[in-house]
């Protein structure tokens, strides 16, 4: 049985930094594509960040250049670092993990969300 068990969510300031972390069990750790998505109130969830099984990484363009998103299969581990925060990075911030593709598909994987309120 796999689990995303997702940390590190609060409040900051703008400006401000946070580091989230998600660790998964249930299947082999490396064999997986794993990313961040986050839901702002009344959007639709968007993808953040991901970090294939080789360690490719792509971004949001809304994200490029202050998040940073890294992995440590021997912890099992996936890290978001978050810089240069700002009031519209406020969301619920989900770990997502796929086994069966190099991209997200209907059979990923969800963690259950860690709040992230950036304030003014």
């Known amino acids: 049985q796999v689990q995303l068990v997702e940390s590190g969510g609060g409040l900051v300031q703008a400006g401000g930094s946070l580091r989230l972390s998600c660790t998964a069990s249930?299947?082999?750790?490396?064999?997986?594509?794993m990313g961040w998505f986050r839901q702002a109130p009344g959007k639709e969830r968007e993808f953040a960040a991901a970090?294939?099984?080789?360690?490719?990484?792509t971004y949001a363009d809304s994200v490029k250049g202050r998040f940073t998103i890294s992995r440590d299969n021997a912890k099992k581990t996936v890290y978001l670092q978050m810089t240069s925060l700002r009031v519209e990075d406020t969301a619920v911030y989900y770990c997502?993990?796929?086994?069966?593709?190099?991209?997200?598909?209907?059979?990923?994987?969800w963690g259950q969300g860690t709040q992230v309120t950036v304030s003014s």
């Open positions: 970090i294939g099984r080789s360690g490719g990484i």
């Open positions: 997502a993990a796929d086994w069966s593709s190099t991209t997200f598909t209907e059979r990923a994987y």
């Open positions: 249930g299947r082999t750790f490396s064999n997986s594509i």
